[in-house]
């Protein structure tokens, strides 16, 4: 392997064209990924036969940091992946042919290494190879929240079990670590750190987003400025938040100053005990999902529960309030291939064209952030539709 990095080291790479530089891109990543399985199957073998002890280390893992000017911490956790694919062959076999990248990995042994104990082996296996055929089209994130609610494909009665189980958990666990600190540095600014739970978390990140959004601020200091917020416009966001609180409604309102979408079938707000879903993709506790409906502003996107009317045909060009909230719950923020802007963020397109006749309709409808929403009105990009939803946009030659 030496050899053939040394024959391609010094090749000039200015001279590759777009297609080219991607091949190469991709093919080195999924090459990286192979030999991190080899690296890991040699790792195992070198713990096993106690590499290291001969100059008196403490450890394989030790050692091999010391050799590799490594910090302890990245050998143990490649360690803790080699043995993690020693048990798991599926993903094993899927990282040694570059189909799995190794933070993949590392979420789906993490997954199937938290199954209850009581899962018999054929159950572990289908969970493996489901977990592995959703890595074709899922990133690292997308794993971890597929793979927390992995029972409920392979065993759904045990699932939702262990879901409400491990939801009320976390919710216990997060209300411990509730934390605010805040001080002064003597030079004009104030300081602070917080640890909150990750619903509440969710709804400060939607308020501050709605306040640092473009349309929010080309409305308020004009165009120009309609890009993704950067952290000083989020701590901006944070002051105006603060400054705009009702002080009617301190302290005694007892509400949440944010409007938050869950979705959960009727009979959760009736009492059953199932997960509900925020619109960021988190979940919680049925439990917690009644208090909020008691204490805060929900809109009712609850199957059964009251309808709003979404499809609005010729009779109105811009989609409405209810209507993006729709599109943001179904497509979960821009729909062009690779863009992570949530739908907070985005535009809703008609897809085909208002001016080409297209409707005012959900299923017309397409989140785009400003950026790709340009480029499907631009004449100079061809906009082409994905299998799953999504679109990609090549230049026209």
Not at 93 to 100: F, M, Y
Not at 154 to 160: F, N, R, V
Not at 218 to 232: D, F, I, L, Q, W
């Amino acid at each position: 392997m030496d050899e053939q990095v040394d024959n391609v080291l010094d090749a000039p790479v200015w001279s590759m064209s777009d297609d080219e530089a991607a091949a190469a891109l991709v093919g080195l990543t999924r090459l990286i990924s192979r030999i991190t399985e080899l690296e890991a199957r040699v790792a195992v073998h070198a713990s096993s036969v106690e590499v290291g002890s001969s100059v008196g280390a403490t450890s394989m893992q030790a050692w091999w940091a010391t050799q590799t000017s490594q910090t302890h911490r990245s050998t143990a956790a490649k360690i803790h992946l080699a043995e993690a694919l020693g048990r798991w062959h599926l993903v094993r076999q899927a990282v040694s042919s570059g189909a799995l990248l190794t933070e993949q990995a590392q979420v789906i042994v993490r997954a199937l290494d938290d199954l209850p104990e009581d899962v018999d082996p054929e159950t572990r296996v289908l969970a493996e190879k489901h977990l592995v055929d959703l890595a074709a089209d899922h990133d690292a994130i997308d794993l971890r929240r597929l793979g927390r609610g992995l029972l409920d494909v392979i065993d759904p009665a045990a699932g939702e079990d262990e879901e409400r189980r491990r939801l009320e958990e976390e919710e216990r666990r997060a209300r411990q670590k509730m934390r605010l600190t805040m001080s002064e540095d003597g030079h004009g600014s104030c300081h602070g750190r917080f640890t909150i739970p990750a619903a509440q978390g969710a709804m400060l990140k939607k308020i501050l987003q709605g306040i640092a959004a473009p349309k929010h601020q080309t409305a308020v200091h004009g165009p120009g400025v309609e890009r993704k917020p950067s952290p000083e416009r989020m701590g901006a966001a944070l002051c105006e938040l603060i400054e705009r609180y009702p002080a009617d409604r301190l302290p005694n309102a007892g509400g949440v100053n944010a409007t938050v979408v869950i979705t959960m079938p009727l009979e959760i707000l009736l009492g059953a005990e199932k997960a509900a879903t925020l619109d960021t993709g988190d979940k919680i506790t049925a439990s917690q999902a009644r208090r909020l409906a008691c204490e805060a502003g929900i809109i009712p996107a609850v199957l059964g529960g009251k309808s709003e009317v979404l499809d609005l045909g010729r009779t109105r060009r811009y989609f409405s309030k209810a209507q993006h909230l729709a599109l943001g719950i179904e497509q979960g923020g821009c729909t062009a291939d690779g863009c992570d802007w949530p739908p907070s963020m985005c535009h809703a397109h008609h897809d085909p064209f208002w001016s080409h006749g297209g409707n005012t309709d959900l299923k017309d409808g397409r989140l785009l952030c400003p950026r790709h929403h340009a480029r499907a009105h631009d004449p100079a990009y061809e906009m082409a539709k994905l299998p799953g939803g999504k679109v990609a946009f090549t230049r026209r030659t």
